[in-house]
């Protein structure tokens, strides 16, 4: 091609280099999807605006958190400027296994946004919990060997990791045998095991302290800087950018996990771009963390805006309010416009099944007196837990067994993890400070990894009602009020995690619920969505699972009644 011929597209404005990390005025020639040259050409459309600059990419999400699919997530983030992202699928894989990812891969299909996957590398986190399907060696090389699949998904097993463990090793050497990045998720691992785990893992989204990812730089991982919906480390990390010994090349922007109102209202890794700015972060260098940071540490070819790579490509009316005036995909302008309904969701439905539950099975029976002192999950921050004792009454449920009873006063409730995946339907009973309930009970089948159905409550028959309610309804979101005798639900039949309804509706619903939940005193700053880490085994201090409180440190089960 030469520079008379015609090109399809020249958008002509100031550029985000961020290559080189300036900004220039020039013309940016695209044709059949590419970016063909940086200067003036003839074009059969052209678009002239104040800023131009690569689509964002977002370096670790779960579409699952939004409760809607992907091609449903993808069509709603598209319109921000968000061109790719990095999607780990082990929430459905937990549920689903090798074909759910499959389901997910082929749904992502339906939406212009390029949404790249990593292989599922800790399905199941741990052998603490009981999920629905298991993720093999064997299973990790074969979804490696999809073009679609750039990474292996973030390591959670960090100590079988640190022990030796075969299975994770197996996992991680398969990745580096396909030249493909190893993810990881290294909470609070710090010093000489921190040493052994910069070994294997290429990058960490975990920190939540400015010291703790400066010395994951300094061990050489990347840091992903996450803003989400229960995680929100940018305030905390985003200083890094501004430190003489950090490289801010070395670190990406993130979402991890994005609840669908804050989605709808907030937005996704573009938000973080957004922040970043406004805690003083050059612009240019903010949009290299949610682009060419991440692409270069996937081996993405977008990214960036310069000729050989995809016309992926914002057009912005502001460059530090993100004002997205346009999006190309591909070299196609505003490619959502007009587009049709997906089809129906390739994922698995009908995946909630146990044998309905009496309050009795939700507590924990005590035949000396009391009062007695438990262990309690601490519910701090949105996603950390710490350990708690607690001194609670002894009373007689209904006609029958005298049990450990929950103290909303002192704001400890009742909390039971279900086994929903069709196995045995074993139960874990304990309690939970701090998440406000003074009356009624809220569930999920959403409780990251295992998504068993987590219920939490100040009575057990109400915690029941939603537990068998859920069941009933395929898996979702509920919450029971007595005063009223209210069941509010947000249905997610798609492997109990998604909705392949509109964004829209979702949200409605989802707000619905979460407005009962805090009508009924929740008042947990993560909402409703706080809820399901609280069986999350692989992040410290205390959770609970389908088979008891886990000593995450320990990990191991640790008895929720002191003698």
């Not at 090798?98 to 939406?111: F, H, K, L, N």
């Amino acid at each position: 091609m030469t520079a008379t011929d015609t090109v399809d597209l020249s958008i002509s404005g100031t550029v985000v280099d961020v290559t080189n990390g300036t900004l220039r005025e020039t013309s940016v020639a695209i044709d059949d999807g590419e970016i063909v040259a940086l200067g003036d050409r003839p074009a059969d459309r052209e678009i002239q605006t104040e800023y131009i600059a690569p689509g964002l990419i977002d370096a670790h999400m779960h579409v699952e958190s939004s409760m809607v699919t992907a091609s449903r997530y993808g069509n709603a983030v598209l319109e921000r400027g968000v061109t790719s992202v990095v999607a780990d699928p082990h929430e459905i894989a937990n549920v689903c296994g090798v074909s759910g990812v499959r389901g997910m891969i082929e749904d992502a299909s339906y939406t212009p946004l390029k949404m790249r996957f990593t292989a599922p590398s800790s399905v199941p986190a741990s052998h603490l919990q009981d999920g629905g399907a298991t993720v093999g060696v064997e299973d990790v090389r074969e979804l490696l060997a999809d073009e679609r699949v750039i990474a292996l998904g973030e390591v959670m097993n960090i100590p079988g990791l640190l022990a030796g463990d075969e299975t994770v090793h197996a996992k991680i050497e398969a990745a580096r045998e396909s030249g493909l990045t190893v993810d990881g998720h290294a909470p609070r691992v710090a010093g000489d095991d921190l040493q052994a785990v910069a070994r294997y893992l290429d990058n960490d989204h975990e920190s939540v302290t400015a010291a703790e990812a400066l010395e994951k730089l300094h061990a050489g991982m990347r840091v992903y800087i996450r803003e989400g919906s229960c995680s929100k480390n940018l305030d905390e990390l985003i200083a890094l950018v501004d430190r003489d010994d950090v490289d801010s090349r070395r670190l990406s922007l993130c979402s991890d996990d994005r609840d669908v109102t804050e989605l709808v209202e907030l937005g996704s890794v573009d938000f973080a771009v957004e922040r970043a700015i406004e805690h003083g972060v050059d612009p240019v260098e903010a949009v290299q963390m949610a682009t060419i940071n991440t692409a270069e540490s996937y081996g993405l070819p977008f990214g960036r805006v310069q000729p050989g790579a995809p016309a992926d490509l914002v057009c912005l009316s502001d460059l530090t309010s993100w004002d997205v005036d346009h999006v190309v995909v591909d070299g196609v302008p505003d490619p959502t416009e007009g587009i049709g309904e997906p089809p129906a969701t390739t994922v698995e439905t009908d995946t909630v099944s146990f044998e309905a539950v009496e309050p009795a099975d939700l507590a924990i029976e005590r035949l000396s007196g009391g009062p007695v002192r438990v262990q309690v999950i601490d519910s701090i921050g949105r996603i950390q837990t710490a350990r708690m004792e607690r001194e609670l009454p002894i009373e007689r449920l209904g006609g029958g067994p005298e049990v450990v009873t929950p103290d909303p006063a002192a704001d400890v409730v009742a909390l039971s993890v279900i086994e929903r995946h069709g196995g045995d339907g074993s139960i874990g009973n304990g309690f939970v400070h701090g998440l406000g309930l003074d009356r009624g009970a809220v569930g999920m089948t959403v409780a990251h990894d295992a998504h068993n159905c987590l219920v939490a409550g100040t009575s057990f028959d109400a915690m029941a009602r939603v537990a068998n309610h859920l069941e009933a309804v395929g898996g979702g979101v509920a919450t029971f009020d007595p005063d009223t005798e209210t069941m509010e639900t947000l249905e997610l039949p798609v492997g109990g995690l998604m909705s392949d309804e509109p964004l829209a509706s979702v949200n409605e619903q989802f707000r619905t619920v979460e407005t009962a939940a805090r009508e009924m005193g929740l008042d947990h700053e993560g909402g409703v969505h706080a809820l399901t880490f609280l069986a999350l085994e692989v992040i410290p201090e205390r959770r609970l699972t389908n088979n008891g409180l886990v000593d995450v440190e320990a990990f191991e089960y640790t008895d929720v009644v002191l003698e």
